[in-house]
């Protein structure tokens, strides 16, 4: 395939709806463990990538989808620049494309927002081969519905993202993250929610293991002022967000299944004698295979939340919180409108979508 | 259908308190902030409640009637300008406050909610609502949400898509559904961010869930004066380049600083060619660390004087004359229209010069006061509109200045949204595909298209029209008129 040339995806597509089989698409590859499992020829579009536009001083950067993750942070770095919503679960080969489709936000997320609050605009290639642009490269737009945060978390289902146009934001120029000794899990959840009110410069803050972690980003001031107040043994670089960010931390290792849980920050931990690491100051909850998911279903019945298999070795069923029936039926709507002959990633996010 | 008509199939499901129908209590609905557009409704119906939104939707889906939904009706692109044989669904009576959770920093409001409220709601427990429209005072969350609309503050907070988090939304086809969830994050296809902007085309939003920030420990602003609006420019991009997002970062030309000096007595200085505002916030220490560096930033572009607001007084102070800018020149002249293209920061030298010279190609005066940070720029054409034709240049040069903004690679409305009034304009920023699709998804929500009917994407016999009309400049009667 061309670099710069989306022609050999379009003739992918055509050939697809020809023969009605369906499209599996691929960034980097890395992260298909993500989903329910399809069938599908796969479109890899690690051919397509590089920066379209960089301009620093608009903190906007336009990219091909299939650039990798890592590339594009490093050019940001250059330039004491990076991405908010510090992309997960990445691999060397992952691409910006497949963060976009897969949606999935890092430890900042309810501090500086989730993927589609840096999200700008798309160029999409749907699935009827129809190249169309949304969004722009401008942070206020309120020009056409907003199909470009739409696209996000959509698993590819929508369209191939060809393009995105993303808001950065500037390298804090100070990082401290303070360790607090809290075994009980739900006083450490009350402690990120107490600060979370408060005018502090905090970026993020989980729980593992009997060990509280806050983030403190911006200037050294405010760091520093904020650190003393909080209190704990701080510091610099502290490699606990990266492991966490990439599943590298000791808590992911082993196990085939982690269950994803989405809670209220401040709602008390269901199942808390099993192993759980928290993120998000509370509103984001990991278990693995030791707890029940049953229990799990449970609790969030009765305290309002969701659950989904994030891995698991049995990806035929669901693996997403159901939707209800009225939603379902517009987003099976949105799937034939953006694409009509169901072949892209079809049942990649659910059945019939 | 009439209004008699329409009134008595209300009446029979709706109490009379909810349903208003006689010529001169229409008339109050008339128009919205885009007051050259008026239109009167066929009946306004003011819902108590959900079960009476639901039931008016009902109704209107049984009989095929349009409905515009409306907030406080301050929008500036007639959002909210009535459809003739449809109904205003007017959301004002539901601005009730729900819930405040101040452990997880959400209040849950009705649509009706002044903006300004929230804030004052939750200013005991030291928390407010960022997104700060000018009019927010008086609009309402529902119609914050319907026009995603911003502030002098989001570029470091956001507009209203990155502070709500969840919305309960009666659709046209009779259901109740919820969008977006307290957990942040919720499964499937992002319908949240679909919702929010969508023009009210594709539901009622009854019910918001709205973030709540801390309030920052201080905020102080520095006025940089300069020579040359290249200059006030090029210090914005360079504040920013430099790692620093300010709170909000505004600027003002010579008309406007004039203006605004004259009505309030801010201590502008009426011979600069441009002011910039910058306001800071966080912690004390972090604020004065900030302040120092923009200053030397502002100096090494060339900055004329710097004054910093020494107490909250002054700052007030010089805030004052940039919220009075609007009535300011409204003062030196009978009329004026507001632009809201918004532009990569870069361009904004290049762009303000271009409208200068448009300006004086059609004759008509501007002011320019902005939002810089977010290259979001409101001109303001001054005209007169007693003087025949003259709405009609106006409006005409106004649409030459969003091409111009599109051509730099931004687009034609930042926050104001596109309404009535920029749905020609849709035409040469988006593609006939893009706007078939924008109305195919529209029509995923609301397939019979009864909500807000002839708004904010144009049909593409509108635009194929519009090309063609654009070859005979100004002669388009009624441009605001559907066009098949």
């Known amino acids: 395939m061309q670099e710069n040339d989306c022609s050999a995806l379009q003739e992918a597509i055509g050939a697809a709806r020809q023969s009605g089989g369906p499209i599996a698409i691929e960034g980097g590859g890395t992260r298909k463990f993500y989903g329910r499992e399809i069938v599908g020829k796969p479109l890899s579009l690690s051919d397509y990538h590089g920066i379209v536009e960089y301009n620093p001083t608009e903190l906007v950067v336009t990219v091909k989808g299939g650039t990798t993750v890592d590339s594009l942070s490093q050019i940001l770095q250059d330039n004491r620049q990076m991405l908010g919503f510090e992309p997960p679960n990445c691999l060397p080969d992952s691409t910006i494309g497949g963060s976009i489709a897969l949606g999935l936000s890092g430890s900042a997320r309810p501090y500086r927002g989730n993927v589609q609050d840096f999200v700008l605009g798309v160029r999409l290639l749907t699935g009827d081969g129809r190249n169309m642009r949304f969004g722009g490269q401008v942070i206020k737009n309120v020009a056409g519905f907003d199909i470009s945060r739409l696209v996000v978390g959509s698993l590819g289902c929508l369209g191939i993202v060809l393009e995105v146009s993303l808001k950065v934001i500037p390298m804090p120029e100070c990082e401290w993250t303070l360790s607090l000794e809290i075994p009980d899990v739900d006083q450490a959840i009350s402690k990120f929610n107490a600060l979370s009110g408060k005018p502090y410069p905090i970026t993020a803050s989980a729980w593992c293991d009997g060990v509280a972690s806050i983030r403190l980003s911006g200037s050294r001031a405010g760091v520093k002022s904020a650190a003393q107040v909080i209190g704990g043994s701080i510091s610099e670089d502290d490699p606990f967000w990266n492991q966490v960010n990439t599943h590298a931390h000791p808590f992911f290792e082993g196990g085939q299944k982690l269950l994803k849980v989405l809670q209220k920050p401040s709602a008390p931990v269901i199942a808390s004698d099993k192993p759980v690491l928290v993120d998000w100051g509370g509103a984001l909850r990991w278990y693995r295979e030791e707890a029940d998911e049953a229990d799990l279903r449970q609790g969030l019945s009765e305290q309002g939340g969701w659950l989904e298999r994030f891995c698991s070795a049995d990806r035929s069923q669901e693996v997403f919180p159901a939707l209800h029936p009225a939603t379902m039926r517009i987003k099976q709507r949105l799937k034939d409108v953006f694409d009509p002959d169901r072949i892209l990633n079809p049942g990649r996010m659910y059945n019939g979508l | ?484």
């Open chain 2, 1 to 484: 259908m009439k209004t008699e008509q329409m009134a008595k199939l209300f009446s029979q499901v709706l109490p009379d308190r909810c349903l208003v129908s006689n010529e001169a209590a229409l008339r109050t609905f008339e128009c919205d902030g885009l007051s050259a557009f008026r239109e009167l409704p066929g009946l306004v119906v003011l819902p108590d409640n959900i079960d009476h939104v639901m039931t008016a939707l009902r109704v209107c889906r049984e009989n095929a009637i349009p409905v515009v939904g409306r907030g406080a009706g301050t929008g500036l692109s007639g959002g909210a300008l009535p459809h003739p044989e449809g109904i205003v669904l007017s959301l004002s009576r539901m601005n009730r406050l729900l819930e405040v959770d101040a452990e997880n920093r959400i209040a849950r409001v009705e649509p009706g909610m002044t903006n300004l409220k929230i804030s004052k709601e939750v200013e005991h427990l030291g928390l407010y609502y960022a997104p700060d429209p000018s009019s927010q005072i008086a609009c309402s969350i529902g119609g914050n949400i319907a026009e995603n609309s911003g502030g002098v503050h989001c570029l470091k907070y956001g507009l209203t898509v990155h502070n709500v988090i969840a919305v309960k939304v009666a659709t046209i086809e009779g259901d109740l559904i919820d969008l977006g969830h307290q957990s942040l994050d919720s499964p499937g296809f992002n319908l949240l961010s679909l919702m929010v902007g969508s023009e009210g085309m594709m539901g009622i939003v009854v019910e918001a869930t709205v973030k709540l920030l801390p309030t920052p420990e201080c905020a102080r602003v520095v006025m940089g004066i300069f020579d040359s609006v290249q200059n006030a420019g090029d210090s914005v991009a360079a504040v920013i380049a430099s790692g620093i997002i300010p709170a909000g970062i505004e600027m003002m030309d010579n008309p406007a600083i004039r203006a605004a000096e004259a009505f309030v007595n801010a201590g502008y200085p009426v011979d600069a060619k441009a002011i910039l505002l910058c306001e800071l916030d966080g912690t004390e220490d972090e604020v004065t660390q900030q302040i120092r560096h923009v200053e030397e930033v502002f100096r090494d572009n060339q900055a004329k004087d710097i004054r910093i607001a020494k107490d909250e007084h002054e700052r007030q102070l010089f805030w004052s004359g940039r919220k009075a800018s609007f009535p300011a020149v409204g003062r030196i002249s009978p009329d004026y229209y507001c632009i809201d293209g918004t532009i990569p920061r870069k361009a904004i030298g290049e762009v303000l010069t271009k409208i200068e010279q448009l300006s004086e190609e059609y004759g008509l005066r501007t002011a320019n006061v902005f939002h810089a940070g977010d290259g979001n720029l409101h001109p303001l054409i001054l005209y007169d509109a007693r003087i025949p034709g003259q709405l009609e240049k106006t409006i005409e040069l106004g649409s030459k200045i969003l091409q111009l903004c599109v051509e730099m690679g931004g687009t034609i409305t930042g926050e104001h949204g596109v309404g009535v009034e920029k749905i020609d304009d849709m035409c040469f920023q988006f593609t006939d595909d893009e706007r078939e699709l924008f109305h195919a998804v529209r029509r995923c929500l609301d397939p019979d298209s009864l909500l807000n009917p002839g708004k904010a994407i144009p049909t593409l016999a509108r635009c194929a029209e519009h090309n063609a009309m654009h070859v005979h400049h100004g002669e388009v009667p009624f441009p605001h008129l559907e066009r098949f």
